[in-house]
């Protein structure tokens, strides 16, 4: 399906979205987002029955999955005991009758800026749609207690469209990210590479009653001035108050190293 | 810490490795590639408890981790409860004296080719050594059931101390797949792209005692003749009975996407 194949007076209506998330599907960042794709698209909604953040891309093997119908979303939806992979893979292969045009992850509640795309769940959601052959799309709002989702939900509902008109480049994902702040304050959109965060104090090392240690998963992230002043970075374009819009790709492989190696590998086989 | 940091004369005695796994503390693969890996290094142990098997880069965030000093592996061991990139965070920030040189994943049962390393723990080992800053290595031999790891064991022997001495690209690991097959068949090593592997069948449907569905996720690999007569790819290389080395990039950014979707985004924002 290229995007070539498509003309925009088609009528968007026609558009079937679907759409997972990893804080689950009773998550208002999902609700806000469905309510406005539902005005432009079929949407049909296969998200996780509870959270599943920072799963990373990880597929549920050891036990089966489960789609239970839900009642929410007009009834056209299904929560599954799996990760936001699981989600889009068992839509697909399973419970949709069409194949979706869009694969659409969100709204994320909390920022997925530079490494942290490698643990997210919503990201990984997007990044199973693209493997298997739909264009995709992962959302993110920056706060995580108390989110404004509502630039990224119309900002969304603009990108969906011009995403089914036009496509994206192959094998290619767009991570946004979206400052969670009134509409009117967001500074304007910018295209951007993935930035490096660092993070500190990774655990917190507590003492059970019973004597024994065990460690908390915490961390800040610190942004230093020459990160957020960065050029082209998503965390950069953040710290400004713009909208990031990343492309991400599948292939993983760097080429320019695959010339390195080969020197090196000389003597080793 | 560069390469020019080191000589290769100060004594690879003295390299410190970090080994994990994903399929737990107990499998035979982390064995077998410690046994060889201990005679020319300083190796500790920090693997799951149980198979993690295709959790991604997935991190625990939802239960506290713990880690049990194991006897196993010299008393140089911890099981902890959590993924692979749980292991590795832990080990770095809590558990070991000193920083690694080099942090090692495997030898893993089954090959990790292609879009297999979106899913797989043990990629996401070595990633997760590479996002802390180290240089990293992940080893699959391609057989699950009655896998030959002898050649990979050696073969990464062999490996290590030319990444201690020589450095890997930055931010870039090592994938390398095994061919499961006696020492003496194997032809060779090649510096391979990742290739496309394509599951078909992914999901078996059942019906439960209670008249419920459930799903299995199966799916059989399918790579073409396209595929593995592919030029430089990982699935190719292992089709000739060879050593598979590929580099794998931490930034997923497509950079030449960046340029097209400016135009897409000038009516956007």
Redesign the interface.
């Known amino acids: 399906m290229s995007a070539s194949d498509f003309c925009f007076s088609v009528g968007v209506r026609e558009m079937k979205i679907l759409l997972t998330n990893d804080d689950s599907i009773q998550a208002k960042g999902l609700a806000v987002l469905w309510s406005e794709l539902k005005e432009i698209a079929e949407v049909v909604v296969v998200a996780p029955d509870r959270?599943r953040?920072?799963?990373?891309?990880?597929?549920?093997?050891?036990i089966?999955?489960?789609?239970e119908k839900s009642y929410l979303f007009d009834g056209k939806a299904w929560a599954v005991n799996g990760?936001p992979?699981?989600c889009v893979?068992?839509a697909v292969?399973?419970l949709l009758e069409e194949e979706p045009d869009l694969v659409i992850a969100g709204i994320n509640r909390g920022s997925n800026l530079g490494?942290d795309?490698?643990?997210s769940g919503t990201v990984?959601g997007a990044?199973e749609g693209i493997?298997l052959g739909f264009p995709a799309i992962a959302v993110s709002v920056t706060e995580y207690l108390n989110p404004d989702y509502r630039y990224a939900a119309s900002?969304t509902r603009?990108?969906a469209p011009?995403v089914f008109e036009?496509g994206?480049?192959k094998d290619?994902l767009?991570n946004i990210n979206v400052p969670s702040i009134a509409p009117e304050e967001i500074q304007?959109?910018e295209?951007?590479?993935?930035g490096r965060r660092k993070y500190i104090n990774?655990?917190e090392?507590?003492v059970d009653p019973r004597g024994?240690?065990?460690?908390?998963?915490g961390g800040d992230v610190v942004d230093s001035i020459d990160e957020s002043s960065a050029r082209?970075t998503d965390v950069a374009s953040i710290s400004k108050r713009k909208?990031s819009?990343?492309?991400?790709?599948?292939?993983?492989?760097?080429?320019?190293?695959?010339e390195?190696?080969?020197d090196?590998?000389d003597d080793?086989?």
Request: net charge positive; aromatic share 12%; with cysteine.
């Open positions: 959270e953040s920072a799963t990373g891309h990880g597929i549920t093997m050891d089966p999955l489960r789609a990760t992979a699981d893979k068992l292969n399973c490494v795309i490698f643990y990984s990044l493997i900002f603009k990108l011009k036009k994206i480049c290619t767009l304007g959109v295209i951007t590479r993935l990774s655990f090392e507590r024994k240690a065990y460690y908390w998963l082209d909208v819009v990343t492309p991400i790709q599948v292939d993983l492989t760097n080429y320019r190293a695959m390195t190696l080969r090196f590998f080793l086989s």
